[in-house]
């Protein structure tokens, strides 16, 4: 039976190897990621006729951070393949990154024989017991019957619900064995149940404290994008009036040219979105976690605000704050079903005080300095594109100008690890992000630090003419890491600077455009040759190696205890 999808109500029988192929079509995947190794070569020996996009990273870690912003790009599930032993332990730090931002992740590792586990084979690694608390699921498959039946489950719970990363280990006897296909149904698993329509009565009692509120504010956090909410989570802000602040991970789901928009809250968010949130009587959370980062020191978090937590998680609600109108279910159902009842409310003297924050304390920085500040790259940057690109991200200082700098008017086109914050994230996520896009502009802003992490996935996109930017802030430091050296240990900056390569040079040894930019004077001319590039392009801007990020909220202290509001005072 040549087909991918079993429709005949009989049971058929293909190796497991076919049968995965199959299952892989059956369930709509166009693209995935992976590194072959021993026991994963009769699944490749299948996956070479599958009308299938296949992506090889250099190492199965970029491969999922690629799976992963191929998710994130496309709300789509991201699928990934590793071979056992180090192939899947590789996957690690991906598996949690998804885990941590709710991304839809299926991973399937190979794995030894069913009659050596447990015996120390060659590239043997206990995959399910390492990767259980960092995946929504896992499983390994030792009986032929219960292939199918799994990986069409993988895929069900990875994206319903709080998405997350399943993973499936596949011993390669099971790949040879013959496997049933059963007739496709409905899957119902005992204890799984979502609850995506939110109550009613919740649903009114977060109404009337809407109508009631003077000086409410929305915080809304990636739950919003995952649910595809943002076209109602705007409806509601309008009708009802309501200043909207985005968690990192939210940004895009709201668009930051809009009046209401307080853009970032936390730790380095914007003065005016803090001290809102600190001042206000009415906090609507949606789709956020109420992260340490966001908000500091929790008992004195927005202190005279009752607290509405809409989220498809119940263990989320309540977790780090007290709540007093939890609203379980779906953002998209919840929020559509807030804006037919909520009323408009001018709330004139709010706005006007937040009108007076973001006038006396905007994002800025020293524009009037010789040296290239990280800042004015991205503003440029933002200025070229006009906002029509998909960005991705490292972490650290650069993660952060990224969140202040560039507008974000869009769901999916900011594209940066949360929660786990990792490192190297933001070169393969380009690269996944290209492929979910292929007519987008990508630009990958990252730092020096993050970019050597996995600089060699510039030879993934060279073999797969992917014409991704990178955008490379290069201080010659661990850049968040120097400025709490600076503010917190006296300035003993141990083991927190480097010596780099020369990026441009190397780019261009990998098959990519390399530039090096050293004048403010050439950043804008650098930036719109880059973007016309039709090849992978670097350019390394070497910055002011010792700018902060400013605001910041110390650790321990509470949202409005910013440091860094005087330093700019405005003329």
């Not at 899957?187 to 009692?205: D, M, N, P, T, V």
């Not at 007093?324 to 804006?339: E, M, R, T």
Request: hydrophobic letters at 40%; a negative charge; glycine letters at 8%.
């Amino acid at each position: 039976m040549s087909t991918n999808e079993n429709n005949t109500g009989e049971t058929i029988y293909k190796p497991g190897s076919e049968v995965i192929v199959d299952m892989l079509l059956e369930q709509g995947v166009e693209a995935m990621f992976g590194y072959l190794g021993g026991v994963v070569l009769p699944l490749f020996d299948k996956i070479y006729d599958a009308p299938i996009k296949f992506v090889i990273p250099r190492h199965e870690q970029g491969g999922i951070h690629m799976a992963d912003a191929y998710a994130r790009a496309t709300g789509k599930c991201g699928v990934v393949i590793a071979t056992s032993g180090p192939g899947a332990t590789n996957l690690i730090t991906g598996l949690a990154n998804a885990m941590m931002d709710s991304i839809p992740i299926v991973a399937l590792t190979g794995q030894v024989r069913t009659s050596l586990i447990g015996n120390d084979a060659f590239q043997e690694a206990d995959t399910t017991g390492i990767t259980r608390p960092i995946t929504k699921h896992n499983m390994i498959i030792k009986d032929p019957n219960q292939l199918a039946k799994s990986i069409r489950e993988a895929f069900y719970i990875a994206t319903s619900g709080r998405p997350g990363p399943v993973l499936i280990d596949i011993p390669v006897d099971m790949q040879i064995a013959e496997c049933p296909i059963p007739p496709k149904k409905p899957i119902e698993l005992a204890g799984y149940k979502i609850r995506y329509q939110g109550h009613s009565k919740q649903i009114a009692a977060a109404a009337k404290a809407i109508n009631e509120a003077k000086k409410p504010v929305l915080y809304v956090g990636g739950g919003v994008i995952i649910s595809g909410a943002s076209e109602e989570l705007a409806t509601l802000a309008q009708k009802a009036n309501i200043p909207v602040t985005t968690t990192l991970m939210g940004l895009g789901a709201y668009d930051q040219n809009r009046p209401e928009s307080l853009d970032m809250l936390g730790m380095h968010g914007s003065a005016y979105a803090n001290f809102a949130v600190q001042n206000c009587d009415l906090l609507i959370s949606a789709g956020a976690r109420f992260d340490d980062r966001v908000t500091g020191n929790l008992e004195t978090f927005a202190p005279n605000a009752t607290i509405v937590h809409i989220d498809l998680d119940p263990a989320n609600i309540g977790k780090n704050i007290h709540t007093h109108i939890p609203v379980v279910g779906d953002a998209k159902k919840v929020l559509a079903a807030l804006a037919d009842v909520v009323e408009y409310k001018p709330r004139k003297e709010w706005f006007e005080t937040i009108a007076s924050w973001k006038a006396k304390h905007p994002f800025q920085y020293d524009n009037n300095s010789d040296m290239i500040k990280p800042q004015y790259v991205i503003e440029e940057l933002y200025r070229q594109t006009q906002g029509d690109a998909i960005i991705t991200t490292g972490v650290g200082q650069h993660q952060m100008w990224a969140a202040q700098f560039y507008k974000y008017s869009k769901p999916r086109e900011f594209i940066t690890s949360g929660g786990l914050g990792t490192m190297g994230f933001g070169l393969p996520a380009a690269i996944g992000a290209q492929v979910a896009c292929p007519d987008k502009t990508v630009v990958n802003i990252d730092g020096d630090s993050s970019f050597n992490m996995t600089l060699t996935e510039l030879s993934t996109a060279v073999m797969y003419k992917l014409p991704i930017k990178v955008v490379l802030i290069n201080n010659g430091f661990m850049g968040m890491v120097r400025q709490w050296q600076e503010l917190f240990y006296h300035k003993r900056y141990s083991q927190s600077s480097l010596i780099n390569p020369d990026f441009a040079n190397l780019a261009r040894a990998f098959g990519c455009v390399g530039m090096t930019v050293d004048k403010k004077d050439d950043v804008a001319g650098a930036l719109e040759k880059m973007l016309a590039e039709t090849q992978p392009c670097v350019v390394d801007f070497r910055v002011d190696p010792e700018e902060n990020v400013w605001p910041m909220v110390p650790a321990g202290k509470s949202l409005h205890e910013m440091d860094g509001l005087d330093i700019f005072e405005m003329a």
